[in-house]
């Protein structure tokens, strides 16, 4: 049984960082969505198995960055220039074949989710 285990969310400032950390025990491609109540899941990045590529959401673009050590088989995403608009619950999944990295439905496990609150 896989498991994605997500840590490293809180309540911070607009304009502050935090740092999400992914427990996982596969070398699979990995992303991070989020979902805001009352919203659609959204893609926010993915990195292929080898740390090869990495992709954004275009609401993170230059803010946020995605990167994984398999040794410590975790994988981090780091936010910096918070928003209230970046507040929501925030979740890792794996997929074994992932194509685009954006679309939920390719990813085969997914964690608890851990939740970002940024106030204003």
């Known amino acids: 049984q896989i498991q994605l285990v997500e840590s490293g969310g809180g309540l911070v400032q607009a304009g502050g960082s935090l740092r999400l950390s992914c427990g996982t025990s596969?070398?699979?491609?990995m992303g991070w969505f989020r979902q805001a109540p009352g919203k659609e899941r959204e893609f926010v990045a993915g990195?292929?198995?080898?740390?090869?590529?990495?992709y954004y959401g275009d609401s993170v673009k230059g803010r946020f960055t995605i990167s994984r050590d398999n040794a410590k088989s975790t994988v981090y995403l780091e936010m910096s220039s918070l928003r209230p608009e970046d507040t929501a619950l925030y979740y890792c999944?794996?997929?074994?074949?992932?194509?685009?990295?954006?679309?939920?439905?390719?990813?085969?496990?997914w964690g608890q989710g851990t939740q970002v609150t940024v106030s204003s």
């Open positions: 999944a794996a997929g074994r074949r992932v194509t685009s990295h954006t679309r939920p439905e390719e990813y085969d496990y």
């Open positions: 596969v070398a699979y491609a």
């Open positions: 990195i292929s198995w080898n740390s090869g590529y990495t």
